[in-house]
């Protein structure tokens, strides 16, 4: 198969792409609920282990930065099963469970490293996403800062697929997926795909920011657990099926596009 077939496996419109890759997710569906249970169970080991914490003091933030960087293992793995998996679907090649399972632990080394590089750059960036207050911070400039980084936010999801599906698994694969990552998505003809992309990168956040706040209000014990953590292994893989779908259709748009390297049959 060629790339050419593979473009036409793959939907051209924004609605089909999301169309695709939510058919995607729900064709390992049972693959990808194991691994978001797995996910849960990594962030509640560390909720039982680090000593409780309210939100916006030292000991809370420290507490989330934990989680975060914890769970980060755990979502890597999912975000490149999720992402082989789509990919082998737009080859018209889709893989068994065991397949996608293996090809994932393969690719999850160079994985964790790029999510930890993502991650990273989305902490330190998020001061400017709206989402807290920011002292000294006029809330005007909030209103140009915001988007563009809801836009940086939406590229980052885009580095773990593009490492996961590299052909090159070495180390030198997180430089140049992240790189490609950038190059794609600020293609003119991707840009405004890339804010659609944004716009859904941030949907969990959103809801991560409302839950926890509404706990907190409510004084529920664990709010920072139960408001971030459940909506990340829920959505984690959604989002990165929806991800791929536009990474690949990134490529194409900007003539990039390379048939995936499909998972070898276990």
Same mark, same amino acid.
């Given at each position: 198969?060629? +790339?050419a ?13 999301l169309? *695709?890759?939510?058919? @995607?997710?729900? @064709?390992?569906?049972?693959l ?6 797995? #996910? *849960?169970?990594?962030? !509640? ?11 916006q003091?030292?000991?809370?933030? *420290? ?13 890597? &793995?999912?975000?490149?099963? #999720? ?14 469970p ?12 160079p994985?964790?490293? #790029? ?6 750059v ?8 709206? *989402?807290?207050?920011?002292? =000294?911070m ?11 980084t809801?836009?940086?936010?939406? %590229? ?29 998505? &600020?293609?003119?003809?991707n ?8 716009? #859904? @990168?941030?949907l969990? %956040? ?11 209000q ?8 139960? =408001? ?11 989002l ?13 748009? @900007?003539? &990039? ?6 998972? +070898? !049959?276990?």
């Amino acid at each position: 198969m060629n +790339a050419a077939d593979e473009s036409e496996r793959l939907p051209h419109s924004v609605g089909g792409l999301l169309g *695709f890759a939510l058919g @995607a997710w729900f @064709a390992n569906a049972p693959l990808y609920i194991a691994l978001a249970i797995g #996910v *849960f169970a990594a962030y !509640s080991a560390v909720e039982y282990l680090v000593p409780s914490a309210r939100p916006q003091t030292p000991l809370g933030d *420290f507490k989330l930065y934990v989680l975060l960087y914890t769970g980060l293992f755990a979502d890597s &793995l999912v975000v490149a099963a #999720v992402a082989i998996g789509v990919a082998a679907r737009a080859a018209g090649a889709p893989a068994s469970p065991a397949t996608l399972a293996g090809a994932a632990v393969e690719r999850w080394l160079p994985v964790i490293a #790029v999510t930890f590089l993502a991650q990273t750059v989305a902490l330190l960036t998020s001061p400017l996403a709206g *989402f807290t207050q920011v002292t =000294g911070m006029p809330r005007g400039v909030l209103y140009v800062t915001a988007p563009l980084t809801w836009i940086l936010w939406g %590229i980052l999801t885009l580095t773990g697929p593009f490492v996961a599906l590299g052909a090159n698994r070495g180390l030198f694969s997180v430089i140049i997926g992240f790189g490609r990552a950038f190059a794609v998505s &600020l293609d003119r003809r991707n840009v405004l795909r890339l804010c659609v992309l944004g716009a #859904v @990168a941030v949907l969990p %956040i959103v809801l991560q920011t409302a839950l926890q706040n509404f706990l907190v209000q409510r004084h529920v014990r664990h709010a920072i657990f139960w =408001g971030n953590e459940p909506v990340d292994a829920i959505t984690i893989g959604p989002l990165t099926a929806v991800a791929t779908a536009f990474a690949l259709d990134f490529a194409r748009r @900007a003539g &990039l596009l390379e048939k995936p390297q499909p998972p +070898a !049959s276990g």
